[in-house]
């Protein structure tokens, strides 16, 4: 009896899991490293694929307009570079399809990063964190295939939208003190699995309408550019123990601070 009950928890285990990547959203509430990013990735990369290599003028309109909204990705080759003094590190980790690093020839090659580059702000859902949704989300993976770091952001006009992200670090997370030299608002956070960091800039945007008779209106509404940053624990220490440079606002140690 009691290996059946065994047997039943490691199955019903193995079927959340599942069930999490196949997800057509990322639940960042109960995010974890074994979380596959190729997995998540690859259905979108096909279905952008598909749409660049359709001619879109042979399509109707209904199609063609359902093409032209579908969010589009890239996925792009990592490399280990020399800094060559530019940066305070021996190395760091860039696309090889960065200007910067075409001509350059790279020391070795680190894994894949994925990017939304094409998005709707209003309607597209990749990752959601205590109710808060993000449209555009990119996701690194080293060349093992685990789980390196993760950027998502989003245009709020929901003033709520920060606070509820920022409840949900201080309830399950530890934050640690670091050094903004950054015009933004940003703290740092901690799990024993991930560093979390989050920024904010509130500014004004501009609205514009059309009335019935075409006539042009326009005024501004107070939004706030918001990003998250999610950085394995273990990616951090890679990459310390290889000398590659690192964003300023991790902290340089792994001691915890209070909350």
């Known amino acids: 009896m009691h290996k059946k009950v065994v047997s039943s928890i490691i199955l019903l285990n193995l079927f959340y899991s599942c069930q999490s990547q196949d997800s ?39 199609a063609a307009k359902k093409a032209l909204e579908t969010a589009m990705f890239s996925k792009d080759t990592l490399a280990f570079y020399k800094t060559n003094g ?20 790279p020391i070795k090659y680190f894994g894949y990063q994925y990017s939304t580059v094409a998005y709707d702000a209003a309607k597209d859902s990749l990752a959601i964190l205590n109710k808060v949704v993000f449209p555009s989300l990119s996701m690194t993976e080293n060349n093992k295939g685990e789980f390196a770091y993760l950027t998502a952001t989003k245009t709020s006009k ?30 740092c956070w901690e799990n024993k699995d991930f560093y979390y960091i989050l920024s904010n800039e509130d500014r004004k945007e501009e609205v514009i309408s059309y009335d ?15 990003r998250l940053h999610i950085y394995s624990k273990d990616y951090v220490r ?10 300023d606002y991790l ?5 915890k601070a209070n909350k």
């Open 251 to 255: 902290p340089a140690g792994n001691g």
């Open 86 to 105: 530019r940066l305070p590190a021996e190395f760091y980790v860039e696309s090889t399809n960065d200007w910067m690093t075409r001509k350059d020839k």
């Open 24 to 62: 057509k959203v990322v639940q960042l509430d109960t995010f974890d490293k074994t979380f596959k990013v190729d997995k998540f990735y690859q259905p979108r990369l096909s279905k952008t694929d598909e749409i660049l290599s359709s001619d879109v003028k042979k399509m109707d309109k209904k």
């Open 238 to 247: 890679a990459m310390r123990n290889e000398n590659v440079y690192l964003p």
């Open 158 to 187: 929901n003033k709520s939208d920060f606070s509820n992200i920022l409840s949900f670090l201080q309830k399950n997370c530890t934050r640690v003190n670091i050094e903004d030299t950054s015009s933004d608002k940003i703290s």
């Open 212 to 226: 019935s008779s075409g006539n042009r209106n326009s005024k501004t509404t107070d939004v706030t550019d918001i």
